[in-house]
């Protein structure tokens, strides 16, 4: 139980700055490593 409180408040911690360019990290994170080993 402390655990998935604890795991919960680091996630959340984390993310808190990004706002709504959370969806534009995820893009950017999914298709990035394709990306630079195409370079």
Known sequence: MMQNYLDEFCYK???RY???KLF???IIASVYPYWYDCG
């Open 13 to 15: 911690l984390n993310r």
């Open 18 to 20: 990004f706002g709504q």
């Open 24 to 26: 534009d990290r995820l």
